[in-house]
Each structure stands twice: as C-alpha cells, then as structure tokens.
C-alpha cells in the first residue's frame, strides 16, 4: 500500500473480485483451508455451549430506564426541540401579540360601556373572535411540527428508548409554558385596552378561559395529527372540526334557539364552555340598566 493511500480502500481493491482473477488465487478457499479458519470455528463452538448452572439472558424491563426517567427525558427531548424551532414557537407568540393589538384598537374601551345591548355584543363579538382566530392558529401550526417529530417518535420507539405515553406526555406538557407565555401576552394586552373590569376574580377568570382555550385547540391539532397518516388529512379533518365549533359555540345561536335534537352538540363543543365561563364571569353580575330598561345581568341570563 502506498504512503497516504486510505486503508479501507486499500483492503476493498486487493480482495475485489477483479483482484482474485488477476492473481488467479480464491481467498475465500485460502481462508477455508487454513488453521485460523479451525481455530475461529472451535471457539464458536466453544462459546455457543452454556456452561452448567447458566440461565437464560433476559430483562425483567422492555426499556432500560424506568417510566419516570422516560417521560423527564421525553420532556426535555421536546424542550430542545421547541427551543431549536423559532419558526414554530416565536411566530406563535408573534402573532397572537399581533392579533392582541389588532382586537385592542377596534374593541377599544368597549369593555366598559353598558348603556346598549349591541355594546355588550361587540364586546362578546371581541372574545368570540379571540377565541376562533387565535385557537385556530395553534392547532394548524402545531401540525406540521407534530408531523415530523412523530417520524422521529416511530424511529427511537423501535429502537426500544422509549413507550409511546412518555413521548404523548413531553409532547402534550411543553405546550403548558408556551400557552403560557401566549396567554400571558394576549390577556394583558387585550384586558387593558378593552378596559374590562380591574378585579382580581375577573382578571383571574378571564385568564383562566382564554388559557384553556388555546390549550385545547393546540391539543385537538395534534390529536388530529396523530390519528391521521399525513398532514394534508389532518388540515382536511381540522376544517370540519371549526365550522362546527363555529356553529354550536352559542353565539352565532344562542343555546335557547338551538334545535332540541341537536342541543346536545352545544354541550359537547369546547368554545360554548369557554363563551359562557367569559361571559358569566366579566358581565354576570353586573346590575347596570341598558336602554331596554333590563340589567346587563338579566339580559346575559336571558
């Protein structure tokens, strides 16, 4: 072999095929005739007879670390991965502070005008719209990363690091800082220009309904995902989720005039829940008279 020459390369030229022909010799019969050829087969031998009193290799585990250390590990995994994605997770905040600012200036100071019913329903308008624009933005930016870290999740799976309900677990509770963060930066924005009431029962339920609110839509995006084969069904599937969401929230139609037969679906729909708990709790208890002569508590019961 010459000086500087790859050794690997070397070793593949000179036991090539071509090479045997040239040499006119068969390493394979050369290797077959020789003692190391008898040595290597009598220690095989050797080795593949247990020796007395052996058992059996097993594992009282199928992975190596126990569930507790999967889903810490799961967790971080997703950690990095969130961290590493800006594309993904700063759009996200980016946009609902966007939208905060967008919703502040045209519902401004509506939050507290009472003297018309069509005040309270812009300012219920404004919460409606929160809710259906923002939470639609999570659940069809979340997909496509679901989409792909899952490729991965199928590949380590297999490979025996990890069950799936440590990998459902990092995925799902990384999002809770991030919904988080996003809330955080919606409410403050949107709860100071509308100019709802300062009290800290209010303030706190508001938090609270907007929070879960884009909690669940994240996580119906990638319940979605996963129980779809790609992402062009998962986006199909998410479109027929929204018009119904949409439909039976109780805004578009009041639950009262809903149909009976299909008033159960009111219950069932996630943005009904989060409507009424806004709703009852900014404007519930509110004995103020509108034009009509009722209070804003009795038309909102009504």
Same mark, same amino acid.
């Given at each position: 072999?010459?000086?500087?020459?790859?050794?690997?390369?070397?070793?593949?030229?000179?036991?090539?095929?071509?090479?045997?022909?040239?040499?006119?010799?068969?390493?394979?019969? @050369?290797?077959?005739?020789? %003692? +190391?050829?008898?040595? =290597?087969? %009598?220690? &095989?031998?050797?080795?593949?007879?247990?020796?007395?009193?052996?058992?059996?290799?097993?594992?009282?585990?199928?992975?190596?670390?126990?569930?507790?250390?999967?889903?810490?590990?799961?967790?971080?995994? /997703?950690?990095?991965?969130?961290?590493?994605?800006?594309? $993904?997770?700063?759009?996200?905040? !980016?946009?609902?502070?966007? +939208?905060? +600012?967008?919703?502040?200036?045209?519902?401004?100071?509506?939050?507290?005008?009472? /003297?018309?019913?069509?005040?309270?329903?812009?300012?219920?308008?404004?919460?409606?719209?929160?809710?259906?624009?923002?939470?639609? /933005?999570?659940? #069809?930016?979340?997909?496509?990363?679901?989409?792909?870290?899952?490729?991965?999740?199928?590949?380590?799976?297999?490979?025996?690091?990890?069950?799936?309900?440590? $990998?459902?677990?990092?995925?799902?509770? !990384?999002?809770?800082? $991030?919904?988080? @963060?996003?809330?955080?930066?919606?409410?403050? !924005?949107?709860?100071? +220009?509308?100019?709802?009431?300062?009290?800290? #029962?209010?303030?706190?339920? $508001?938090?609270?309904?907007?929070?879960?609110?884009?909690?669940?839509?994240?996580?119906?995006?990638?319940? &979605?995902?996963? @129980?779809?084969?790609?992402?062009?069904?998962?986006?199909?599937?998410?479109?027929?989720?929204?018009?119904?969401? =949409?439909?039976?929230?109780?805004?578009?139609?009041?639950?009262?005039? !809903?149909?009976?037969?299909?008033?159960?679906?009111?219950?069932?729909?996630?943005?009904?829940?989060?409507?009424?708990?806004? @709703?009852? #709790? /900014?404007?519930?208890?509110?004995?103020?008279?509108?034009?009509?002569?009722?209070?804003?508590?009795?038309?909102?019961?009504?």
């Amino acid at each position: 072999m010459n000086d500087g020459y790859n050794p690997a390369t070397w070793m593949l030229e000179v036991t090539s095929a071509a090479q045997e022909s040239t040499l006119g010799v068969n390493f394979t019969n @050369i290797y077959k005739n020789s %003692e +190391m050829y008898r040595r =290597n087969k %009598e220690l &095989i031998k050797e080795l593949s007879t247990p020796p007395e009193n052996s058992v059996e290799l097993h594992f009282t585990t199928q992975y190596s670390q126990s569930f507790f250390t999967q889903c810490i590990t799961c967790l971080w995994k /997703q950690h990095l991965s969130y961290w590493r994605n800006p594309p $993904y997770s700063a759009a996200r905040l !980016i946009y609902t502070t966007m +939208m905060a +600012m967008v919703f502040g200036i045209l519902f401004w100071g509506l939050g507290s005008k009472r /003297q018309k019913q069509q005040d309270l329903f812009n300012v219920l308008g404004s919460m409606y719209s929160a809710i259906l624009f923002i939470g639609i /933005q999570n659940a #069809s930016s979340v997909q496509p990363v679901i989409a792909i870290e899952r490729v991965v999740f199928y590949r380590e799976r297999a490979a025996g690091m990890y069950s799936a309900f440590p $990998y459902a677990f990092g995925q799902v509770v !990384i999002e809770i800082p $991030y919904t988080l @963060i996003q809330t955080t930066l919606y409410v403050v !924005i949107v709860y100071t +220009m509308i100019g709802y009431d300062w009290t800290v #029962s209010k303030f706190v339920w $508001y938090f609270f309904f907007m929070y879960f609110s884009f909690l669940y839509y994240t996580l119906n995006g990638m319940m &979605i995902v996963a @129980i779809t084969p790609n992402t062009m069904v998962a986006a199909v599937l998410s479109s027929s989720f929204y018009p119904l969401w =949409n439909v039976f929230s109780g805004f578009i139609i009041p639950k009262t005039r !809903i149909p009976i037969w299909w008033r159960w679906f009111y219950w069932l729909c996630p943005i009904s829940w989060t409507l009424y708990g806004l @709703i009852a #709790s /900014q404007f519930g208890d509110i004995k103020d008279a509108l034009e009509s002569g009722k209070t804003v508590e009795n038309f909102i019961s009504d």
